[in-house]
């Protein structure tokens, strides 16, 4: 059975290992990622944010933030699942519950960037009502190839 857990402090080296062991599979990890990873608690939710966890038999094998941008928008960020459990549905059970845990900031806005390279997360993106919007100058991520953003 997957659960949805939040983060607490005994679990926070979790978000830094699952995003990872995908960020050095498919990019690097960028000063922003290891800033934001190091110290999720500091960096993400003392400014308002959220992270979750996604449990596959007694074990956390995903995970994902919401950070806040502003009163009205968050960034759906450093969604990641363990290569092993790939195909199991962990990817869609969390961004249904990114979507409730959104709703519920009172934010009308759910952003993301990601890399079209990743063509099963951009595919999920979609299938979740996301549509690609121009990306803006002033990006946070090297590898970010396109920003995607939903009304919630």
């Known amino acids: 059975m997957i659960e949805i857990i939040p983060f607490t402090e005994e679990k926070k080296e979790y978000i830094k290992l699952l995003n990872y062991e995908w960020l050095q599979k498919y990019f690097t990890v960028e000063p922003q990622d290891i800033v934001q990873l190091s110290d999720p608690k500091k960096e993400i939710i003392n400014k ?17 933030s919401l950070i806040k941008v502003n009163d009205t928008e968050y960034e ?55 549509i690609e919007v121009p990306l803006p100058a002033d990006i946070h991520y090297e590898r970010a190839n396109i920003k995607m953003e939903k009304n919630i």
């Open 48 to 64: 308002g944010g959220l992270i979750f966890y996604a449990t596959y038999s007694n074990k956390i094998v995903g995970t994902y």
């Open 76 to 130: 759906l960020a450093k969604m990641a699942v363990t290569e092993k459990c790939k195909g199991l549905g962990i990817g869609k059970i969390m961004m249904e519950h990114c979507i409730n845990e959104a709703k519920k900031t009172k934010a009308t806005v759910l952003s993301l960037f990601s890399n079209t390279k990743l063509q099963a997360a951009i595919h999920l993106y979609r299938k979740y009502g996301f």
